[in-house]
Structures are given as structure tokens and as C-alpha cells.
């Protein structure tokens, strides 16, 4: 099983999920380049200028590994990662575990992905002007359980750990 965290978040969110599965699997955990202790001097800002960057990457890290019947389960944004990487080597897969996904994050006459256009330009502008301050205000929010501040938190501070460059670019990406 190879899991892949979403936007803003490193290995680290799995911590309570994986061990469940390392019996009966072999675990892969790893951060996206610009996330957790990824080697930042990895990101190339022209192959990450769309997921297919990430893809790539979610690749070699199963030829390196030389994983077959691979069970991808992706957060977020890295279910579409996932889905990108199986379209392009399909026996590599045995399956997909989607957790979240949106294969559009923007609204558009029938389809709802749950953001205006508007409400990304502002997200974005958000992050470019105070990536650390936007962190602070929406990791609660997206986070949810306002009943458990803890998570919140632990979610700002995961995006504060993330590179503010590499944030803001991996946020146009999705977005």
C-alpha cells in the first residue's frame, strides 16, 4: 500500500491509519517534494506545473521500489496523483483508495467542486501574500471538529512545515 497525503499535509497524517495495515501489507509512506522532509532541492517548479509532475514522481518511487499489485490510497489532491499514475502504467495496480477526492475543485454550471473562481483568486492571492497567515486562519476550517481545536492546529502546523514557494504553486496546481 503506497499513501499519498493531500495539500499541505506530509507522511506524518497516515500515523494512525498505516500501522493498521502492516500486517497484512507492505507500507509505503513519503512526502510530496516541498512537503515534510522532502528534499526541496528536488522541486523542479517546471515538472511540478501539473500533477502529472506528482505522478511521476509516485512512479519512480514504485519502479524504485519495485512494487507490483500496488494498493495507492491518496488524500485529497493525491487521488487524482493516483488516478494520473495508474492511467499511465496501469499493471503496476491492484487498486485505488480515494480518500476526498475532487477532480475539479472549482464550480462550474452543473458541477459543484465546492469553490467559486473567485474564491480560488482569493485563496491564491491569500497565499501569496501571507502563506503563514493563511495557514493560521484555514487549517481550522478546512480541518472541520471545531470541537477538537487540536486537529486544527496540528493541521496549521503541518502547512507552516510545508515550503511557502512550493505551497503556493502546488495550491495553483490543484486549484
Not at 517534494?33 to 522532502?38: T, W, Y
Not at 523542479?44 to 514504485?62: H, Q, R
Not at 473562481?117 to 481550522?140: C, F, H, Q, R, T
Request: aromatic share 10%.
Amino acid at each position: 500500500m503506497l499513501f499519498a497525503h493531500g495539500f499541505g499535509c506530509d507522511q506524518n497524517m497516515w500515523r494512525y491509519v498505516a500501522p493498521a495495515f502492516e500486517e497484512s501489507h507492505r507500507v509505503v509512506l513519503f512526502d510530496h517534494v516541498g512537503a515534510g522532509k522532502s528534499d526541496l532541492l528536488a522541486y523542479d517548479p517546471e515538472k511540478y506545473d501539473s500533477l502529472n509532475g506528482y505522478a511521476t514522481d509516485v512512479l519512480e518511487i514504485v519502479e524504485e521500489l519495485d512494487l507490483r499489485d500496488v494498493v495507492f490510497v491518496g488524500h485529497s489532491v493525491s487521488a487524482m496523483i493516483g488516478v494520473l499514475a495508474v492511467v499511465r502504467d496501469p499493471g503496476r495496480f491492484a487498486g485505488l483508495v480515494l480518500v476526498g477526492p475532487s477532480p475539479r475543485y472549482i464550480d462550474d454550471a452543473d458541477y459543484v467542486g465546492g469553490f467559486g473562481k473567485a474564491d480560488v483568486d482569493e485563496l491564491i492571492d491569500s497565499l501569496d501574500s501571507n502563506y503563514l497567515g493563511w495557514s493560521s486562519a484555514m487549517a481550522p476550517v478546512i480541518m472541520g471538529n471545531p470541537e477538537r481545536p487540536e486537529l486544527g492546529e496540528e493541521l496549521t502546523n503541518s502547512f507552516c512545515r510545508t515550503d511557502p514557494a512550493i505551497a503556493r504553486q502546488f495550491a495553483r496546481v490543484t486549484f
